[in-house]
């Protein structure tokens, strides 16, 4: 928090600044009858002010001008909607609780730390007066428990984004009842959350989030093929899901999610060891029944609208059961797949076997933007 103490004098150096190159425009007003006296920075109108500190772009610098005075700060604390601490190298906990009840109208709030310093009575302060709060990134949140997700359930019903990537102390118990009040969730990261994502959680998010777009569950190992049957049936808009490190699912996890979630854009199956082709003659066979369900609508685009349609980054990586032909038949299915270095979205590193899938840049340079293209994945 030491290191705000220079921006209050940034303050009075950029006042000076606007004054002095305001001369010209002061004078001309004083001469017409019409100056307005601005002194000092608390002089300046809210309107101007918030479009001032819109423009700087420096969370620091908002921080500073909301203790200038009691205009500022309530003109702040209303017209400020994201807000980044993630800056802040030490006591980031008091901090956030000293301006917690500044920024009741916050929307985005970025906690996230290099090194643990938020504490549950920081995120608790969050919850108490930021309930219009819209997205919240707690990542590697070390010191967090489970008090930090009842009170966020309790207290920002609203949230559409979270991530608390790396809070292993949650337990599944608390994030079960996190969705149970926040059901408009959208986007959730969980990845390493090894506690909290178990397939009782899964059942929960599928059950209460039905809007989720994003999971992310890598290196949540508990997880098996029940958890990821439920998301498949219950959360049909998912666009990308990260289920590397996920040892213990099967082919049933993957062929649930291609029939149940249409809109899939991208899929991490990295390590995922119990990965075979069916898993894969599946994607491949959604893509070909969901191409001819779009009948007459796709052929008036002239097929355009393929590329945009299904799996547009998958990775397979050291999953070793895999085989060439049925690889290739994903890579075919979906257009936006590649495996050329220019653009590879097919990522298969540690899958010696599948060296030769190549996606359709080898047959069709132009399509790359090369004249030449190799047709292995690296």
């Known amino acids: 928090m030491d290191s705000m103490k220079p921006l209050s004098g940034e303050l009075n150096n950029s006042f000076n600044t606007l004054m002095v190159s305001g001369g010209i425009e002061n004078r001309q007003a004083k001469s ?22 819109s423009v700087v772009g420096d969370d620091r610098m908002v921080i500073v001008a909301s203790g200038v005075c009691t205009g500022w700060r ?7 909607a994201n807000l980044s ?15 917690a009840h500044k920024f009741s109208k916050l929307q985005v709030l970025s906690l996230r730390q290099i090194k643990p310093q938020l504490e549950d009575s920081g995120v608790e302060a969050v919850a108490n007066y930021c309930h219009d709060l819209r997205e919240l990134d707690l990542s590697r ?5 489970d008090r930090s997700l009842y009170a966020l359930a309790h207290g920002c019903p609203h949230l559409t984004r979270l991530n608390i990537s790396g809070c292993s102390n949650f337990s599944d118990a608390a994030l079960v009842f996190l969705t149970s009040q926040c059901k408009i969730l959208k986007c959730l990261n969980l990845c390493g959350c090894v506690r909290a994502a178990s397939d009782t959680a899964l059942q929960a998010i599928a059950c209460n989030c039905g809007q989720l777009q994003s ?14 049957t439920s998301l498949a049936s219950g959360c049909p808009e998912l666009r990308a899901l990260d289920l590397c490190g996920c040892v213990l699912i099967t082919d049933e996890s993957v062929v649930a999610l291609a029939n149940g979630c249409p809109h899939l854009r991208s899929l991490g199956l990295y390590y995922c060891q119990n990965i075979t082709d069916r898993a894969m003659y599946s994607l491949a066979a959604n893509s070909r029944v969901r191409s001819q369900g779009r009948g007459w609508d796709a052929a008036k685009g002239g097929g355009g609208g393929k590329d945009r349609d299904g799996l547009a980054s998958l990775n397979i990586s050291q999953c070793t059961a895999l085989t060439p032909p049925a690889v290739q038949a994903v890579c075919d299915s979906f257009p936006a797949l590649h495996t050329c270095p220019e653009r590879h979205s097919l990522i298969i590193s540690g899958c010696l076997s599948l060296t030769s899938v190549h996606c359709a840049c080898a047959l069709h340079p132009h399509r790359a933007g090369r ?8």
């Open 74 to 80: 309530d003109a702040l604390g209303w017209g400020v």
């Open 32 to 53: 017409a009858g019409t100056e307005t006296s601005l002194t000092g920075w608390k002089d300046l109108p809210m309107e101007l002010l918030l479009r001032i500190m």
């Open 371 to 378: 004249a030449i293209l190799s047709n292995h994945a690296y």
């Open 141 to 145: 949140s070390f010191r967090l428990s």
């Open 215 to 228: 999971l992310n569950l890598g290196w949540c190992d508990s997880i098996t093929d029940k958890g990821v």
């Open 85 to 99: 601490l993630s800056w802040c190298q030490d006591h980031m906990n008091d901090l956030v609780i000293s301006l």
